[in-house]
């Protein structure tokens, strides 16, 4: 085995810097504009989703899931930048507002659909039972 050096690595840190929408970034991959880095073929893929149809409730029902969707990847981008980044007060305070806005989200889906999570059971409709089967398990893939 012959002795050799190791690499070393340079990665520029990141700054604070224009961000998405929440709709946006879940369909790009980042909620920060500097990041986003087109992948061409991805766009092909895209394009040939078959649309399915739905009745209203199905309908009503996937596009709460989707905002639900797209906070919680705002959430998760935002979490990876303020691991780096504890201090960034726009970025904190951006984390918060999603967290709020996540949170009341659950809670609205919950009470009028089924719960997505232990922590919404409280909210079933009704009231009167235990929900968890009252919706679609989660790899059915309902609002795919």
């Known amino acids: 085995m012959q002795k050799t050096e190791l690499a070393i690595a340079t990665v520029p840190i990141q700054k604070w810097g224009p961000v998405y929408d929440g709709e946006k970034a879940l369909e790009i991959g980042t909620i920060f504009e500097e990041l986003n880095m087109p992948f ?4 092909e893929l895209k394009a040939s989703r078959p649309s ?8 009503e029902s996937c596009d709460l899931m989707k905002k639900l969707m797209e906070t919680d990847f705002v959430i998760q981008d935002l979490t ?4 780096t980044h504890e201090e960034d007060k ?7 507002e999603k967290s709020r806005e996540q949170a009341e989200l ?17 909210n079933c409709p009704g009231g009167d039972h235990f929900c968890w089967q009252s919706g679609p398990i989660p790899w059915e893939g309902v609002c795919v």
């Open 80 to 83: 990876l930048y303020l691991d």
């Open 90 to 96: 726009e970025a904190l305070k951006l984390f918060q």
């Open 106 to 122: 659950k809670e609205r889906f919950s009470k009028e659909f089924y719960p997505l999570t232990r922590d919404c059971m409280a």
């Open 40 to 43: 061409f073929a991805a766009e």
């Open 52 to 59: 399915v149809p739905r009745s209203v409730k199905e309908q």
